[in-house]
C-alpha cells in the first residue's frame, strides 16, 4: 500500500508539475505584453537637452533645434535641472493622481482610454550635457541615443542620482510598481536631435528593456527597466496625443512592432503587412498620421478595459448594458450607442465570408461624440489637449459613428504566438461614411495646413465601393507608364482632394488624417448597395525593406469579396446617441451601383427596379504587379454567382458588363431578368453559364452580346426565355468559345 501511495504521489507530482508547465506557456492580452494595462505608475523622465559646440568655435552651428522659442530653449551650461526647463511637464504627465482632476495629456488620455484602470504618472529630470561628454573625440563626430543614453544616466550618477528628481520623487520604490527592485519605465525625451546626431529626429523613437545602474541615496543599485528613446523637439511635442511618446509607451501594453497600426506602422525588414499600404485610423498605437485622437474599440477589447459604471456586467464589447459582439447567427439585433470615449459602447460584427484558411474580418461601429463629450477626441491637429486651437485649418471632426474593420488579432487568450503572432501587422482599416473610390493622380499642390510644401493632390474619379480607395490608406500610382511591380516608393499620402471634375476642392487640410465627412451621421445605411458596402477586405500580405514589396507565403489572404445581405441602419437621436439595427436580409439594390472586384454571390442580390448595376474594372491597385490583362495592377472584374444563390434583376433595371468583366453562374445558381430589363456584355466581356445553372428571361428582357463579347453556355445550363430567341441580342462579331453552346442550341 505505501508503494502504491508514492506511485499515485509521484503520479500527482508529474500531472501538477505538467500542469503548472503547460500553464504558464498561456498568455492573455489583457495582462500586457511587458507592462500590465492596469495599476498606477510613475514613469522616471529624463529630459535631454545637448550642448553642441558653439558656431564661431567649428564653423558651423551643430545644434539642430538652436532657437529659443520659450518652450524648450537650448542650454548654455551644463547641468542638472539648471536652466531650460520645459515649462509643459505637469501638462505631459501628472505628477500626483487626483481622479477628479486628471491633467497631463498622457495621464489623461490612458485614464479616459482605459476608465480610470490605467494610471501613469510621472516625476522628471532635466539633463542639460555637452556633446562632448557623448563624442569626447571629436565635435562633429554623430552618435545615436542607444549608445548616448548610457552617458546621460553617468552624468545623473555623477551628480545625484535620482535625488536629481523635480518633485522629489527619489526613491526606486517610487517608480517601482511590482515591488521587484526595479524602475518600471524610463523614457529619454531628446530636444535636440536628428538624424545624424542622434539617429531620430522629431516624432520618432524606439523602445525595449535597458539594463543599467542608477545611484539612490549614493549607491548605484543594478536595474532592469522597460525604456523609451524618443526625439520629441524643442516645441510640444509630448502633448501631442498621436504623437512619438504616447506610440513608444503603448507598446508596454499591447506588443511589438508588428502591433503597429491605426497610423503607427511604418514598413520594416521581416515584418508582414497585411495590406501593401500603410493604414491611417486612430487609435493608441497611433502615431502622426493618426486621425483621432482617442483609443478605438479593439484596443479596449484586448486591454478588457471596460466601465464598472456604464458597463456593470463587464461584457468585453457592450452597448448600453447589452452585448454587442454578434455574427449573422444571432439574428436581427438593435442597439443604442452612447459616447464611445465616455461609456465604452461599441458594436462588432462578424463578417460572415473569408477566404478558407484566412484570418476572421470583424467590422466595428463607434458613436464619438466629438466636440460635445469633454474627452481627449477629436482629429489630429485640430485641438490642443487645453482646448486651444491648434492648426485652424483643421476641422475637430464631426460627432457621428466611426467604422473600421478588424483582420485577424482575435485571439486573446493562448498561446504566445496566437496571443502576440508575428505578423499581420497594420490589421485596422477606415471604413469612412464618404465611401471608396478611384482616384486618380492630379498635378502636386502646396499645402499650407500643419506643414507647408507641394503635396500629393488626387480627385475622386469612379465610385468603387467594394475594392476602392478612402482617404486614410496609402494610394499607390506607378512613376512611370511601364513600370511591372510597385514599390514602396510608389505609395503617397492624401493631401489634398478634389471631386471628380478635377475642379470642385473638398479637402485641402490633410484628408490622409480623416476628416469631417469619415463619420456616420443623422439617418445612415450601410448596406449591399451603398458606398461604403459592409464587406471583407481583400488583404495582401507582404514585407517590405528599402521600398521593395515582398509577398509574404505565411498567411492566407482573402482575395474575394463577398457579398451578404448584412444591413445596417444608423438613426441619431437628439441625445447624442445613435440607435443601430444590425439585420441580415437586405439583399435589395436600389440605386445605381458600379462594382469591381473579385466578387462572390453565396446569398442573394435583387436589382430594384429601374437601377442600373456596373460590373467594372478596379482602377485601385490590389497587388503589387501589373496585370498582363487589365495592364493595370489589379485584376479584371468578375462577378460569381455560387450555388444556391439567387440574382434577380427586377422590371427595367441593367446589368452592363466593362472593361473584359465576367459574370459568372455557376452550378447551382439563379439568375432573373424581369421584364424590359437587359444584361449588356461588351467587347471583351464574358457571360459564363455552367451546367444545371438556371437563367430566366421574363418576356421582352434581353441579353446583349455585343461585338466582341464573349458567350459561353455549358449544354447541360438551364436556360428559360420566356420570348424564346428574341431574349437573345447577339451582335455580329460576338463570341462563343471552344467548348461552348450557342443559346439557340439550350433554349427549349
Same mark, same amino acid.
Given at each position: 500500500?505505501?508503494?502504491?501511495?508514492?506511485?499515485?504521489?509521484?503520479?500527482?507530482?508529474?500531472?501538477?508539475?505538467?500542469?503548472?508547465?503547460?500553464?504558464?506557456?498561456?498568455?492573455?492580452?489583457?495582462?500586457?505584453?511587458?507592462?500590465?494595462?492596469?495599476?498606477?505608475?510613475?514613469?522616471?523622465?529624463?529630459?535631454?537637452?545637448?550642448?553642441?559646440?558653439?558656431?564661431?568655435?567649428?564653423?558651423?552651428?551643430?545644434?539642430?533645434?538652436?532657437?529659443?522659442?520659450?518652450?524648450?530653449?537650448?542650454?548654455?551650461?551644463?547641468?542638472?535641472?539648471?536652466? +531650460?526647463?520645459?515649462?509643459?511637464?505637469?501638462?505631459?504627465?501628472?505628477?500626483?493622481?487626483?481622479?477628479?482632476?486628471?491633467?497631463?495629456?498622457?495621464?489623461?488620455?490612458?485614464?479616459?482610454?482605459?476608465?480610470?484602470?490605467?494610471?501613469?504618472?510621472?516625476?522628471?529630470?532635466?539633463?542639460?550635457?555637452?556633446?562632448?561628454?557623448?563624442?569626447?573625440?571629436?565635435?562633429?563626430?554623430?552618435?545615436?541615443?542607444?549608445?548616448?543614453?548610457?552617458?546621460?544616466?553617468?552624468?545623473?550618477?555623477?551628480?545625484?542620482?535620482?535625488?536629481?528628481?523635480?518633485?522629489?520623487?527619489?526613491?526606486?520604490?517610487?517608480?517601482?510598481?511590482?515591488?521587484?527592485?526595479?524602475?518600471?519605465?524610463?523614457?529619454?525625451?531628446?530636444?535636440?536631435?536628428?538624424?545624424?546626431?542622434?539617429?531620430?529626429?522629431?516624432?520618432?523613437?524606439?523602445?525595449?528593456?535597458?539594463?543599467?545602474?542608477?545611484?539612490?541615496?549614493?549607491?548605484?543599485?543594478?536595474?532592469?527597466?522597460?525604456?523609451?528613446?524618443?526625439?520629441?523637439?524643442?516645441?510640444?511635442?509630448?502633448?501631442?496625443?498621436?504623437?512619438?511618446?504616447?506610440?513608444?509607451?503603448?507598446?508596454?501594453?499591447?506588443?511589438?512592432?508588428?502591433?503597429?497600426?491605426?497610423?503607427?506602422?511604418?514598413?520594416?525588414?521581416?515584418?508582414?503587412?497585411?495590406?501593401?499600404?500603410?493604414?491611417?485610423?486612430?487609435?493608441?498605437?497611433?502615431?502622426?498620421?493618426?486621425?483621432?485622437?482617442?483609443?478605438?474599440?479593439?484596443?479596449?477589447?484586448?486591454?478588457?478595459?471596460?466601465?464598472?459604471?456604464?458597463?456593470?456586467?463587464?461584457?468585453?464589447?457592450?452597448?448600453?448594458?447589452?452585448?454587442?459582439?454578434?455574427?449573422?447567427?444571432?439574428?436581427?439585433?438593435?442597439?443604442?450607442?452612447?459616447?464611445?470615449?465616455?461609456?465604452?459602447?461599441?458594436?462588432?460584427?462578424?463578417?460572415?465570408?473569408?477566404?478558407?484558411?484566412?484570418?476572421?474580418?470583424?467590422?466595428?461601429?463607434?458613436?464619438?461624440?466629438?466636440?460635445?463629450?469633454?474627452?481627449?477626441?477629436?482629429?489630429?491637429?485640430?485641438?490642443?489637449?487645453?482646448?486651444?486651437?491648434?492648426?485652424?485649418?483643421?476641422?475637430?471632426?464631426?460627432?457621428?459613428?466611426?467604422?473600421?474593420?478588424?483582420?485577424?488579432?482575435?485571439?486573446?487568450?493562448?498561446?504566445?504566438?496566437?496571443?502576440?503572432?508575428?505578423?499581420?501587422?497594420?490589421?485596422?482599416?477606415?471604413?469612412?461614411?464618404?465611401?471608396?473610390?478611384?482616384?486618380?493622380?492630379?498635378?502636386?499642390?502646396?499645402?499650407?495646413?500643419?506643414?507647408?510644401?507641394?503635396?500629393?493632390?488626387?480627385?475622386?474619379?469612379?465610385?468603387?465601393?467594394?475594392?476602392?480607395?478612402?482617404?486614410?490608406?496609402?494610394?499607390?500610382?506607378?512613376?512611370?507608364?511601364?513600370?511591372?511591380?510597385?514599390?514602396?516608393?510608389?505609395?503617397?499620402?492624401?493631401?489634398?482632394?478634389?471631386?471628380?471634375?478635377?475642379?470642385?476642392?473638398?479637402?485641402? +487640410?490633410?484628408?490622409?488624417?480623416?476628416?469631417?465627412?469619415?463619420?456616420?451621421?443623422?439617418?445612415?445605411?450601410?448596406?449591399?448597395?451603398?458606398?461604403?458596402?459592409?464587406?471583407?477586405?481583400?488583404?495582401?500580405?507582404?514585407?517590405?525593406?528599402?521600398?521593395?514589396?515582398?509577398?509574404?507565403?505565411?498567411?492566407?489572404?482573402?482575395?474575394?469579396?463577398?457579398?451578404?445581405?448584412?444591413?445596417?441602419?444608423?438613426?441619431?437621436?437628439?441625445?447624442?446617441?445613435?440607435?443601430?439595427?444590425?439585420?441580415?436580409?437586405?439583399?435589395?439594390?436600389?440605386?445605381?451601383?458600379?462594382?469591381?472586384?473579385?466578387?462572390?454571390?453565396?446569398?442573394?442580390?435583387?436589382?430594384?427596379?429601374?437601377?442600373?448595376?456596373?460590373?467594372?474594372?478596379?482602377?485601385?491597385?490590389?497587388?503589387?504587379?501589373?496585370?498582363?490583362?487589365?495592364?493595370?495592377?489589379?485584376?479584371?472584374?468578375?462577378?460569381?454567382?455560387?450555388?444556391?444563390?439567387?440574382?434577380?434583376?427586377?422590371?427595367?433595371?441593367?446589368?452592363?458588363?466593362?472593361?473584359?468583366?465576367?459574370?459568372?453562374?455557376?452550378?447551382? +445558381?439563379?439568375?432573373?431578368?424581369?421584364?424590359?430589363?437587359?444584361?449588356?456584355?461588351?467587347?471583351?466581356?464574358?457571360?459564363?453559364?455552367?451546367?444545371?445553372?438556371?437563367?430566366?428571361?421574363?418576356?421582352?428582357?434581353?441579353?446583349?452580346?455585343?461585338?466582341?463579347?464573349?458567350?459561353?453556355?455549358?449544354?447541360?445550363?438551364?436556360?428559360?426565355?420566356?420570348?424564346?430567341?428574341?431574349?437573345?441580342?447577339?451582335?455580329?462579331?460576338?463570341?462563343?468559345?471552344?467548348?461552348?453552346?450557342?443559346?439557340?442550341?439550350?433554349?427549349?
Amino acid at each position: 500500500m505505501r508503494g502504491l501511495r508514492i506511485i499515485k504521489f509521484i503520479l500527482l507530482n508529474v500531472f501538477v508539475f505538467i500542469f503548472v508547465l503547460e500553464a504558464s506557456d498561456i498568455y492573455e492580452s489583457q495582462d500586457g505584453w511587458r507592462m500590465s494595462p492596469r495599476g498606477e505608475y510613475r514613469f522616471l523622465t529624463i529630459m535631454v537637452n545637448v550642448i553642441y559646440p558653439d558656431s564661431d568655435k567649428t564653423g558651423e552651428n551643430l545644434d539642430p533645434r538652436p532657437e529659443a522659442n520659450g518652450i524648450w530653449d537650448p542650454a548654455t551650461k551644463e547641468g542638472i535641472n539648471n536652466q +531650460s526647463i520645459p515649462t509643459y511637464l505637469k501638462d505631459f504627465l501628472d505628477v500626483e493622481y487626483d481622479p477628479d482632476n486628471v491633467n497631463g495629456v498622457m495621464t489623461r488620455l490612458y485614464h479616459e482610454s482605459s476608465f480610470g484602470e490605467l494610471v501613469i504618472l510621472g516625476d522628471f529630470i532635466v539633463v542639460n550635457i555637452n556633446k562632448s561628454r557623448i563624442t569626447p573625440n571629436d565635435v562633429k563626430e554623430e552618435f545615436h541615443i542607444s549608445n548616448a543614453r548610457n552617458y546621460i544616466i553617468d552624468f545623473i550618477n555623477n551628480n545625484g542620482g535620482l535625488n536629481n528628481a523635480l518633485y522629489g520623487y527619489d526613491r526606486i520604490a517610487d517608480y517601482d510598481s511590482n515591488g521587484d527592485g526595479n524602475i518600471d519605465m524610463i523614457q529619454f525625451l531628446w530636444r535636440n536631435t536628428n538624424s545624424k546626431f542622434g539617429g531620430v529626429g522629431s516624432g520618432t523613437g524606439h523602445a525595449g528593456v535597458y539594463r543599467y545602474e542608477i545611484k539612490e541615496n549614493n549607491i548605484l543599485k543594478e536595474q532592469r527597466s522597460n525604456f523609451t528613446n524618443q526625439g520629441v523637439g524643442n516645441r510640444y511635442g509630448p502633448l501631442n496625443p498621436n504623437g512619438i511618446v504616447v506610440h513608444e509607451i503603448s507598446h508596454q501594453f499591447f506588443g511589438g512592432n508588428t502591433f503597429h497600426t491605426s497610423g503607427g506602422n511604418h514598413y520594416r525588414r521581416g515584418r508582414i503587412n497585411t495590406f501593401f499600404g500603410t493604414e491611417g485610423g486612430y487609435g493608441l498605437m497611433g502615431n502622426y498620421h493618426s486621425g483621432l485622437v482617442s483609443c478605438n474599440g479593439y484596443e479596449r477589447w484586448r486591454m478588457n478595459w471596460t466601465s464598472e459604471k456604464y458597463n456593470p456586467e463587464g461584457y468585453p464589447i457592450q452597448a448600453n448594458k447589452k452585448p454587442s459582439d454578434i455574427s449573422r447567427d444571432d439574428g436581427e439585433k438593435t442597439f443604442i450607442l452612447r459616447d464611445f470615449v465616455t461609456t465604452g459602447d461599441a458594436v462588432r460584427i462578424k463578417l460572415p465570408y473569408v477566404d478558407e484558411g484566412a484570418s476572421n474580418q470583424y467590422l466595428w461601429l463607434e458613436n464619438h461624440q466629438i466636440g460635445r463629450n469633454e474627452k481627449l477626441d477629436y482629429l489630429h491637429y485640430s485641438i490642443r489637449h487645453n482646448g486651444e486651437t491648434w492648426h485652424d485649418c483643421r476641422h475637430m471632426g464631426a460627432p457621428g459613428i466611426y467604422s473600421y474593420i478588424q483582420v485577424g488579432k482575435d485571439v486573446l487568450k493562448g498561446k504566445r504566438s496566437e496571443v502576440y503572432p508575428t505578423n499581420e501587422t497594420d490589421n485596422l482599416r477606415i471604413v469612412s461614411a464618404e465611401g471608396n473610390w478611384d482616384f486618380k493622380k492630379m498635378d502636386d499642390e502646396r499645402v499650407r495646413c500643419v506643414a507647408s510644401g507641394y503635396l500629393y493632390t488626387a480627385k475622386r474619379y469612379l465610385p468603387n465601393p467594394l475594392s476602392g480607395y478612402q482617404d486614410q490608406t496609402t494610394h499607390f500610382y506607378p512613376s512611370n507608364p511601364n513600370q511591372i511591380k510597385l514599390s514602396g516608393d510608389d505609395g503617397h499620402l492624401l493631401n489634398i482632394k478634389y471631386d471628380s471634375d478635377g475642379k470642385t476642392l473638398i479637402n485641402n +487640410s490633410l484628408p490622409y488624417l480623416g476628416d469631417e465627412l469619415d463619420a456616420f451621421t443623422g439617418d445612415a445605411v450601410i448596406g449591399i448597395g451603398t458606398n461604403p458596402a459592409p464587406v471583407n477586405l481583400t488583404t495582401y500580405y507582404v514585407t517590405q525593406e528599402g521600398g521593395n514589396f515582398k509577398i509574404a507565403e505565411e498567411n492566407t489572404n482573402t482575395s474575394h469579396v463577398y457579398l451578404t445581405g448584412l444591413n445596417i441602419k444608423m438613426k441619431e437621436k437628439q441625445d447624442g446617441t445613435f440607435e443601430v439595427n444590425v439585420n441580415w436580409d437586405g439583399y435589395d439594390i436600389n440605386n445605381d451601383v458600379r462594382w469591381a472586384g473579385n466578387i462572390v454571390l453565396k446569398e442573394n442580390l435583387i436589382l430594384k427596379e429601374g437601377n442600373t448595376l456596373k460590373i467594372d474594372q478596379s482602377l485601385t491597385p490590389n497587388q503589387i504587379y501589373r496585370n498582363e490583362i487589365s495592364n493595370l495592377f489589379a485584376k479584371p472584374s468578375v462577378l460569381s454567382c455560387k450555388e444556391n444563390s439567387r440574382f434577380i434583376v427586377e422590371d427595367n433595371a441593367e446589368v452592363e458588363l466593362k472593361n473584359k468583366s465576367t459574370l459568372h453562374l455557376e452550378e447551382g +445558381s439563379y439568375f432573373d431578368i424581369g421584364k424590359n430589363s437587359e444584361l449588356t456584355v461588351n467587347k471583351g466581356d464574358t457571360l459564363k453559364i455552367d451546367e444545371l445553372a438556371q437563367l430566366v428571361i421574363r418576356e421582352n428582357g434581353i441579353i446583349n452580346i455585343e461585338r466582341g463579347g464573349v458567350l459561353c453556355l455549358s449544354e447541360n445550363a438551364i436556360i428559360l426565355p420566356e420570348s424564346g430567341q428574341k431574349n437573345f441580342n447577339l451582335r455580329r462579331g460576338y463570341i462563343i468559345p471552344e467548348n461552348c453552346i450557342h443559346p439557340f442550341q439550350v433554349i427549349k
